[in-house]
């Protein structure tokens, strides 16, 4: 009787020992998380609290130029991350379509046009760095990247240049922010900071193995229409590149009319390119992984970069 009572006491005195132990571990983790949440928070308070106005500035000056140019007005549709709250200063792609209807431009193929522009913003803004590419514009100035795309109106819809920079195609940049809109509210309206959050790690990628502004938008949308874990910024930044890293090896087709110009830069599905960026995914989802099992706030901070 005596052994089998001290054994009994003994097995009741482990069982406490280990309530205790996972009481203990589960307010670690709950300060822990509360401290990787709040440092997220603040690296979201800094992108938000960054001047856009400078963005709007060099935009108005490449409307009125070719405005001067043409002597007619000219409509400009924000149809990048500042229009959808994504922007990130120095990280993110600014895009803004540039309707040419009713001048001489709108004959023309999409090609002429982006030539004949770059040549009469070149002449403008003569210190900065004007490249020509398929779809847009770009001039780098000293404090942000601001891409132009010149196109026409259908309807309700826009005309830009197709893939190859020959010819138009239709698209609906106001339906796909909508799109990001819906998902952004169907999940807390966490969506769009996740995307600040993760266009700021990507801006440490090697460029070629950077998405897009558009195409990291787009991606988001598609990873977290059917996400059911918890809200907070740290597991909704890991579920970005863990399950992005698999949906990022196929096209992505938006029910918007913009599919072909999502990630058509990656090539086809399972190709070179898009295997590079997963690669790069898998490896920023582990880094993320490792910080968060460290139990260290500074582990997560050098995931940032911040040398705090």
Not at 276 to 305: N, P, Y
Request: no cysteine; net charge negative.
């Amino acid at each position: 009787m005596g052994g089998s009572g001290g054994s009994y006491f003994s097995s009741d005195f482990e069982n406490v020992k280990k309530l205790l132990g996972k009481a203990e571990g589960e307010l670690v983790d709950a300060e822990f998380d509360a401290q990787v949440n709040s440092y997220l928070g603040e690296l979201l308070t800094n992108f938000n609290d960054r001047d856009v106005d400078s963005i709007r500035r060099h935009l108005d000056a490449i409307r009125s130029t070719i405005e001067a140019a043409h002597d007619t007005e000219i409509d400009l549709l924000f149809g990048g991350s500042i229009s959808k709250r994504t922007y990130v200063d120095g990280i993110s792609d600014v895009d803004a379509l540039v309707f040419v209807d009713g001048t001489e431009l709108a004959d023309e193929t999409p090609s002429v046009i982006k030539e004949r522009l770059a040549e009469l913003l070149r002449k403008r803004f003569t210190g900065t760095h004007i490249t020509v590419g398929n779809l847009a514009i770009t001039l780098e100035f000293a404090d942000a990247e601001v891409q132009i795309l010149p196109a026409l109106r259908k309807g309700t819809r826009s005309l830009i240049s197709d893939s190859n920079g020959s010819t138009w195609a239709e698209v609906d940049p106001k339906g796909f922010a909508a799109k990001l809109s819906s998902v952004n509210a169907e999940r807390g309206n966490k969506v769009v900071p996740v995307i600040k959050l993760a266009k700021a790690l990507m801006a440490q990628f090697p460029k070629q193995h950077r998405l897009t502004g558009y195409h990291a938008e787009a991606l988001a949308v598609d990873v977290f229409k059917g996400y059911t874990d918890r809200l907070t910024p740290r597991d909704m930044l890991i579920h970005f590149f863990a399950a992005g890293a698999e949906r990022v090896m196929r096209p992505i087709v938006d029910s918007t009319g913009q599919s072909v110009h999502v990630d058509g830069y990656l090539g086809p599905a399972d190709s070179l390119e898009r295997q590079v960026v997963a690669d790069a995914f898998r490896r920023t989802s582990r880094r993320l992984k490792i910080a968060s099992m460290s139990k260290k706030i500074d582990a997560w901070q050098e995931v940032f970069g911040d040398d705090q």
